[in-house]
């Protein structure tokens, strides 16, 4: 196992409950529209990855015309990564529990650490230069640079061409359906640690499934070990391991 990549929405920081979705609602706010999305219907507008692809889906669901919607959604999005790097200077959008851990362990072990989101490079750079700042992701692909965004494979599989790797050395860790799907169309073996809008997906295809990263004295769930890694709650360096082994 030569390389990690990583997803960074709900999977290297908790930024959707309370940080896109009140970026984009102050967006809404702040162009005079009467649009708010609570915390239930936010799970359910996810499925569709890409913040504007989300705006551009619930305009049209509004009944929003399509001339109309192609000048607001990416105005509207301009001002919500605007607003999401705020969020970020404030603290708000931090590192999921044991991900910090998990890092320096993979660093300290040699391991090289990469990303691949459907998010915008703007908001994603400033969230791993603060929030993940002593880390150094060798590789980090974006939604900017992609032309299809999850669960199209093309984010992992321009993390790999960038890493310089096949699939079968590098392993995909994310939270959610989509992103298995995309890390999975890419070949490689995955790892996917839930969260409360993720953990009702159907994620049979990955090797391993938790709810959390776990920490010492505070393992997470184990919710599937299909690969039979040995997991006993804390995603570290071994458990990766193991899972890439086990999945070739
Ligand atoms: C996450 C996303 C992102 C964010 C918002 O998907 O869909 O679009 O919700 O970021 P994944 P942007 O974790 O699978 O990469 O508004 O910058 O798109
Ligand atoms: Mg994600």
Same mark, same amino acid.
Request: hydrophobic share 55%; charged share 25%.
């Given at each position: 196992m030569e390389a990690v990549i990583f997803d960074v929405d709900g999977t290297l920081v908790d930024s959707e409950r309370h940080g896109h979705r009140v970026a984009f609602n102050l967006a809404f706010e702040a162009f005079g529209l009467p649009y708010r999305w609570d915390e239930e219907e936010y799970g359910r507008l996810l499925r569709t990855t890409g913040g504007q692809r989300r705006i551009e889906g619930y305009l049209s669901a509004k009944g929003v015309g399509e001339e109309e919607r192609a000048a607001l959604a990416p105005a509207l999005h301009a001002r919500k990564t605007a607003i999401t790097t705020e969020l970020i200077d404030a603290g708000v959008i931090e590192p999921r529990a044991g991900v910090v851990r998990l890092l320096g362990e993979l660093s300290q072990g040699g391991c090289r650490l990469a990303v691949a989101t459907t998010g915008s490079r703007t908001w994603v750079e400033r969230v791993l230069a603060t929030s993940l700042g002593s880390f150094f992701f060798e590789v980090v692909v974006t939604g900017d640079e992609v032309t299809a965004r999850k669960p199209d494979p +093309? *984010?992992? *599989? =321009? @993390?790999?061409?960038?890493? !310089?790797?096949? *699939?079968?050395? *590098? =392993? @995909? #860790?994310?939270? $959610? @359906? +989509? !992103?298995? #799907? $995309?890390a999975k169309g890419a070949g490689l073996a995955c790892v996917v640690v839930a969260n409360g809008y993720t953990v009702d997906h159907d994620l049979d295809a990955a090797e391993l499934v938790l709810d959390g990263f776990g920490e010492p004295g505070q393992p997470a769930t184990v919710l599937a070990d299909r690969v039979e890694s040995g997991c006993t709650g804390i995603v570290d360096m071994a458990t990766l391991t193991s899972v890439w082994a086990r999945a070739r």
């Open positions: +093309e *984010a992992f *599989a =321009v @993390a790999l061409e960038r890493l !310089g790797l096949p *699939a079968h050395r *590098a =392993v @995909a #860790v994310e939270d $959610s @359906a +989509e !992103g298995l #799907v $995309s």
